[in-house]
């Protein structure tokens, strides 16, 4: 009798055991589940993150963009978003803030700026930027460079159809509402301002969100 009580004690320790042993196992399973799937809910966000980096690059890469002033243009930007990475128009993008035009050129338009270089600014006489920035001389900045606005998207081609249609010369006019004239001078097109100074077109085709840039070598100025 006391070898059976004996035999059933060790045979319930050893079930007990078992079971203890199954029970850990099963823990131990469904902490690794557990840790399982919060390693691939991070690889999964980290997998999301880099696609929508990858996304990002290949839509930038997908634009057709143009070089100006050491600067990649973006179609996919406004006028002034792109023209302030650009290191040869630092003086008309200051100009453009200080005649409080960056709100109305990052609007949606469309424009067309014929955008002077820095160089440019600097052939007009001496004193002449410094006092157009001035807070006195707003109205005027603003003239100025308006004049080199016209409303409407006027790429290469059509600025072309326009001067062909007319007998070689077109006339554009301006935001500010005096007249740019437009020719073709060798390969090149050239403005011609109401002062009668010319102006040449040296990158063409500076596409936009909201219009298009073509950059000049030199600033019209509007009739006196």
């Given at each position: 009798m006391k070898t059976v009580n004996v035999l059933s004690m060790a045979l319930c320790a050893g079930l007990l055991s078992l079971a203890s042993c199954e029970g850990s196992k099963n823990v131990g399973k469904e902490e690794a589940a557990d840790q399982n799937e919060m390693m691939d809910d991070k690889l999964s966000q980290v997998e999301d993150m880099m696609d929508d980096k990858m996304s990002e690059g290949e839509d930038m890469m997908d634009e057709m963009t143009v070089m100006v002033g050491g600067a990649a243009m973006y179609p996919s930007k406004n006028i002034v978003e792109n023209a302030v990475n650009s290191k040869d128009h630092t003086t008309l993008v200051a100009a453009v803030k200080a005649a409080g035009l960056v709100e109305t050129l990052q609007g949606e338009g469309p424009f067309t700026v014929f955008a002077p270089t820095n160089a440019a600014f600097e052939k007009l006489p001496a004193g002449t930027v410094a006092t157009l920035l001035k807070p006195e001389s707003k109205t005027a900045l603003q003239g100025v460079l308006t004049y080199h606005?016209?409303?409407?998207?006027?790429?290469?081609a059509a600025i072309m159809s326009e001067i062909k249609k007319n007998n070689g010369t077109a006339t554009f006019t301006t935001v500010n509402g005096g007249k740019l004239m437009a020719s073709v001078k060798g390969t090149s097109v050239v403005l011609m301002d109401q002062n009668g100074n010319s102006?040449?077109?040296?990158?063409?085709?500076?596409?936009?969100?909201n219009g298009v840039i073509h950059v000049v070598d030199t600033v019209v100025l509007p009739a006196k």
């Open positions: 606005v016209v409303a409407g998207k006027f790429d290469a102006s040449t077109v040296t990158i063409a085709d500076v596409m936009q969100s």
